[in-house]
């Protein structure tokens, strides 16, 4: 197929003429790629605070997520990428958007980093098993759906032995074959598991030290 045809089947177009690219791994584009950040959730249930703090550490994932670049997986031909990148890295990017949306809970006022030097009683570590928007065939005329699948584990400081685990899968398909569609999806997707990490680790039982 011509560039010229691709360009014309159903590709979504971003600000600034930037387009989807349909083919996996590569980019039909000559232009530097658009720079795009998901938000945190500011969200949550009515819930009382914890009284102990949390330390979030930086994601961890496969190769293929382990990148700026936008994922995406056609059913039929594999991973490939939108002729886009997130702000940072996806690990780091999630990793302080966790952070932002634990603080928007307004259920526990120390949460930072690993690393940041923080006293705290537990860390939050991540296990990215998808985090892509989904084709059901090779062609961008689809709508896809994001899909999102993590394994989080609630570590007990200072002995660091895990206190409990959790995975959280998302699905939510994007309103439209445009970029902009689908990264709403990828937002919408990122709030919904913020929340359900947040329910999850912020439980009114955790207490400070470990115990339950």
């Known amino acids: 197929m011509t560039r010229r045809r691709l360009l014309s089947r159903g590709m979504g177009l971003v600000g600034g003429g930037l387009a989807l690219g349909a083919l996996p791994a590569c980019s039909i584009f000559e232009s530097p790629p658009h720079v795009v950040r998901l938000t945190a959730a500011r969200e949550f249930s009515p819930a009382p605070p914890v009284g102990w703090q949390l330390l979030v ?21 594999g ?36 690393g940041s030097g923080l006293r705290a009683d537990y860390v939050l570590l991540t296990d ?18 994001v899909h999102v699948r993590v394994e989080c584990k609630m570590v007990t400081l200072p002995r660091r032995t895990i206190q409990e685990s959790q995975g959280f899968e998302i699905r939510v398909p994007a309103k439209g074959t445009g970029f ?11 709030h919904l598991l913020a929340r359900q990490v947040a329910e999850w680790a912020l439980q009114p039982g955790r207490r400070a030290g470990g115990g339950v």
């Open 57 to 77: 550490g930086v994601p961890v994932t496969t190769s293929v997520l382990n990148t700026s670049r936008v994922p995406l997986r056609q059913m039929e031909a």
């Open 79 to 114: 991973f490939g990428y939108f002729d886009a990148e997130w702000q940072d890295p996806l690990p780091e990017m999630l990793q302080g958007l966790l952070i932002e949306s634990f603080e928007y809970s307004g259920r526990i006022t120390g949460v930072a980093r690993e």
């Open 128 to 145: 990215i098993r998808d985090f892509q928007a989904e084709y059901p065939h090779a062609t961008v005329e689809d709508v896809p759906t």
């Open 180 to 190: 902009t569609a689908v990264l709403a999806a990828y937002d919408e997707a990122f």
